[in-house]
């Protein structure tokens, strides 16, 4: 219980971030805010895309997420014992036991976890054409990251999802000191990636 008092001062409860994203070649916007109440850790992104999400306080992971993509729903997921998924048009139901994680909100998430030089983890992640997978997540190394929000020492994490005909490995930057934001992100093709442009938070 101390332990999760502890982590939970480390994380602001309230914040606005805003991030810069390249998708091949195309530059865009994500705008953030988040909030914790009694529920959880409330998300909202807006960019060509709204999103609104439900985290738990205690591993951040998946409670509830709404997609809407102009203005029409594309994904709904809620966990009430079981999690119910909506998605394109098909709904499904599974049981899970531990944490789920979503790549929606992975920029989140991954800030829940303590990390070391030989950090190694499987997570369950939830992606809706493939339902919840297995990802590795490791820690590659430090590395100091510049962004228009300034500079940042950062854990470098590789995530692998174990399905055979993903190839793609996934990068993501988390800042070393709290409140351990999600500074940048980039894959292996080279094609998309993420910085932080701005941050405020209390």
Not at 103 to 119: E, I, K, N, Q, V
Request: aromatic share 16%.
């Amino acid at each position: 219980m101390i332990l999760l008092v502890l982590f939970l001062q480390l994380l602001p409860l309230e914040e606005k971030i805003v991030y810069q994203t390249f998708d091949e070649g195309k530059k865009g916007e994500i705008y953030i805010t988040s909030r914790r109440d009694s529920l959880g850790y409330h998300i909202f992104y807006h960019s060509d895309r709204d999103i609104e999400v439900i985290l738990d306080t205690v591993a951040l992971g998946t409670i509830y997420i709404e997609k809407f993509v102009k203005k029409k729903l594309e994904l709904k997921i809620e966990k009430n014992g079981v999690f119910k998924v909506y998605f394109k048009g098909r709904r499904h139901k599974y049981r899970e036991r531990g944490p789920v994680y979503d790549r929606h909100t992975l920029d989140f998430a991954l800030r829940g976890f303590s990390y070391h030089p030989d950090f190694k983890k499987i997570i369950r992640l939830h992606v809706p054409e493939f339902m919840v997978i297995n990802a590795d997540i490791k820690v590659l190394g430090e590395e100091f990251v510049v962004t228009p929000a300034g500079r940042f020492l950062c854990w470098k994490l590789q995530m692998k999802p174990r399905v055979f005909f993903v190839r793609l490995k996934f990068y993501f930057w988390i800042e070393k000191e709290a409140p351990h934001r999600f500074i940048k992100y980039s894959d292996s093709s080279g094609k998309h990636s993420i910085f932080l442009k701005s941050w405020e938070g209390e």
